[in-house]
């Protein structure tokens, strides 16, 4: 069965970077597609970034947008989250997320997908 191992996590003051790295344990059409979500205690799990599987196409939450970006290395079978200018706002536990099909609006709408991450903890301080 295929993985999803987030890695990258920790402690960064605000306005610094952290780079947050999916693994996948290996490729297979059910999760071609990747992204992010992030979650805090008390909320519902949130979309950040998506990214189509050739990187062609990629769509992020307006919270983020112009400071995190998402690739991937298909030959590593990765897909990254750079994150920049971080807020504290920003602190959650971040999950790794892969899919069939490039579904920015169904991954916001309903956050559905096929397969998750364990999490990985990110936390800003001011």
């Known amino acids: 069965q295929v993985q999803l191992v987030e890695s990258g996590g920790g402690l960064v003051q605000a306005g610094g970077s952290l780079r947050l790295s999916c693994a996948a344990s290996?490729?297979?059409?059910?999760?071609?597609?990747m992204g992010w979500f992030r979650q805090t205690p008390g909320k519902e799990r949130e979309f950040v970034a998506i990214?189509?599987?050739?990187?062609?196409?990629?769509y992020y939450a307006d919270s983020v947008k112009g400071r995190f970006t998402i690739s991937r290395d298909n030959a590593k079978n990765t897909a990254d989250l750079q994150m920049n200018s971080l807020k504290p706002e920003d602190t959650a536990v971040y999950y790794c997320a892969g899919d069939r099909e490039y579904a920015p609006r169904k991954w916001v709408k309903e956050g559905t997908v096929e397969l998750w991450g364990q999490g990985t903890l990110v936390t800003v301080s001011s």
């Open positions: 290996r490729r297979t059409f059910s999760i071609s597609v």
């Open positions: 990214i189509s599987w050739d990187g062609a196409n990629t």
